[in-house]
Structures are given as C-alpha cells and as structure tokens.
C-alpha cells in the first residue's frame, strides 16, 4: 500500500542512452512532482503537473520529458543522458501545490 | 522565488530539545510553512505544517511568528534516530514555485 512509487530504485546507465524513470501514486492527489537531488544534498524542483497539465517546467533541460498518462503516473523520460544527470531524482505527490507533500522512496541514477 | 535560509548544522544530545529555525523574508501571504525530514538514501517525509502561530503534532512543534519572516522546529528529547537533514519548504496556492532551503543537517549524539 505504498502512498507513492518510483521504478526502477537504481538506474546504472551509459552516456548518451535515453532512459525512463516510472512514478505512481495512490493517494487521489492532483498534483505531482519531479525533483533533482545532486551530490550536495540540494533539492531542487524540475517539474509539476496538476491533473495531467503541466504547471511548472523550471530551467531544465529539454532533454527531460515528463508524461502524464493520467493523474496518478508522471513518468520522467531522459535522452541522451550526460555525466551531470548523475544524481537521486524523487516523485512527490500533493492535494495543493506545494503543500503536505508525499515522496517517493527515490530512483539513484548513474550514467558512466 | 521565495528563498528560506537554514543553519547547515546541528549537533544534539539524546533527550535535549533541539529548535532549528528557518529565515523566509520574502514569504508570501499564500505561503505555507512546511517542515521535512531526510534520512540517508530515503524520499523526504512531512513532519509538520503551519500558517501562523503555533502548531503541534505527535513528533514536533512548529512556532511561526507574527510577521511569519522565519519559523522554528522544535524536537523534543531527540533520539538516536533523529539524526537527519531537516528542510524547510515555502508552499501554498497560487502561482509559485516550492523551493527547498539547503537543510539542517542535525547529528544526535549519544
């Protein structure tokens, strides 16, 4: 009965692979989340979707695709990974944006 | 983007109250205040929230003055398992953008 899920736990991959990170969430939320947590423990926010819309894209790559099937997956996709994409990327999930948010237990991505 | 600012550091004793506070200056009226913890190789996970003055759960304390420009967590008698980084986050309605602060890393000691 986990509030909120992420595929794969760890993704060990080549440069310039396209990989895909898998996100759901159980709890009815409206709004969902894709964070970067890099090697100093920095949490920053890349995206947001609120019922399968996206509300916020902030500066990040477009080599990063988030989908939104339906209001329960956001699913991120990366093209042609870099070294600096090396990092923890965390799903969260929230009735209201911003507020009481749930995380997922996180996907440690490493390109070689 | 609403910034919030954090001691980096805290170190503790089993059964001593710790209080960390966060500096948000340019808070917005919608803004809530919300408190998270992180332990190594795990998601972050809510502990407290509040708007304004104080609120209290099973775990912490949150004190948030008047002019809601900082708030303060408090942990009474800290554990072992406490040991954790701690994050503040801005969140609320509106169009904004949740931004975390750079944590409080708190070491409990025996």
């Known amino acids: 009965d986990t509030a909120v899920s992420q595929t794969p736990k760890y993704l060990v991959t080549q440069m310039g692979n396209d990989k895909s990170i898998k996100c759901e969430q159980n709890l009815g939320h409206d709004t969902m989340y894709w964070y970067k947590q890099d090697s100093k423990k920095f949490l920053k926010i890349m995206f947001s979707y609120n019922n399968k819309e996206l509300i916020i894209n902030e500066t990040v790559p477009n080599r990063f695709s988030p989908k939104s099937p339906d209001k329960a997956h956001l699913n991120l996709h990366i093209n042609s990974l870099e070294l600096g994409d090396s990092a923890v990327y965390f799903c969260?999930?929230?009735?209201?944006?911003?507020?009481?948010?749930?995380f997922g237990p996180g996907t440690r991505l490493t390109v070689l | 983007l609403a910034k919030t600012t954090q001691p980096i550091s805290m170190d503790s004793y089993e059964g001593q109250e710790v209080n960390i506070t966060c500096s948000h200056n340019?808070?917005?009226?919608?803004?809530?205040i919300t408190w998270y913890q992180q332990f190594p190789s795990q998601g972050p996970r809510f502990i407290i929230q509040?708007?304004?003055t104080k609120v209290t759960n099973e775990v912490a304390s949150l004190f948030i003055p008047a002019d809601r420009k900082s708030s303060t967590l408090s942990l009474p008698r800290v554990s072992l398992s406490d040991t954790a980084v701690y994050y503040c986050?801005?969140?609320?309605?509106?169009?904004?953008?949740?931004?975390f602060g750079r944590g409080t890393s708190l070491i409990v000691h025996p």
């Open positions: 969260a999930s929230s009735q209201l944006l911003g507020v009481g948010q749930f």
């Open positions: 509040g708007y304004k």
């Open positions: 986050l801005l969140g609320g309605g509106g169009s904004y953008i949740p931004t």
């Open positions: 340019n808070i917005a009226t919608n803004d809530y």
